[in-house]
């Protein structure tokens, strides 16, 4: 696939976008209280990524990101958009979608595209420029509780997101109060399980084929060790 003017345009819209966003809409968005609704016009808007689109480099690259967030994450957006139009689920909150169509064959369309726009802004959102190191207090108390420390919970969520089948996400979540590592195929999330989802990383071969083509356990690593937004899984588990 060639990079070409009209990706480096996109790539130029992109970063203007994220300059004018407003801090206030970022900042919410990093303390995990991101809600996505309809708007006035009852359209599901792509949220603003919470840093610039050549932030994760060189661990994801700019490119990564034009694609992933311009092309495919917008992708869930629009279609979400033309499958709730004139449905009961037009003007509701994207978690309600994702619980009430879960597991309803007829609904599987609707399902797809609201839990893939979910699922995908949550992932941004557990990465962070200058991220991974050491996570906060609370969280690895956490972790010495499930994991017997850091280090083994670390090597839980790469073991889940290296042997996750095909296409689907790895998550740190609490199921009650016990921190756990699950892994997801296709669209699927842990709320339709009943847990708290902390963070996420995206194994879509989308996510890392452009800078890292099969070597899928590199890019984990490389997340995990340098991107991971550890404080905000804990502000996830704090809510």
Known sequence: MMWNENDE??????????IKASAGATAAIMAGTFSLHADETNKFQLPPLP?????????ISERTISFHYNKHHQGYVNNLNKLVTGTEFADMPLKQIIKKTYNQPDQIAIFNNAAQVWNHTFYWNSLKPQGGGEPP????????DAFD?????KIA????AQT????????LV???ETLMVVKTSNADNPLTMGMTPLLTIDVWEHAYYLDYQNRRADYVNAVLDKLVNWEFAL?????
Not at 51 to 59: E, F, G, R
Not at 235 to 239: E, I, R
């Open 9 to 18: 345009k996109q790539s130029s819209i992109s970063r203007r976008r994220f």
């Open 51 to 59: 840093y610039a689109p050549n932030a994760l480099q060189p661990v």
């Open 137 to 144: 207090a609370a969280l690895i108390q956490k972790m010495n």
């Open 149 to 153: 420390g850091v280090d083994a919970c």
């Open 157 to 160: 969520l790469a073991a889940a």
């Open 164 to 171: 996750q089948f095909g296409s689907g996400w790895a998550w």
């Open 174 to 176: 609490l199921d009650g």
């Open 235 to 239: 502000q996830n588990m704090k809510l």
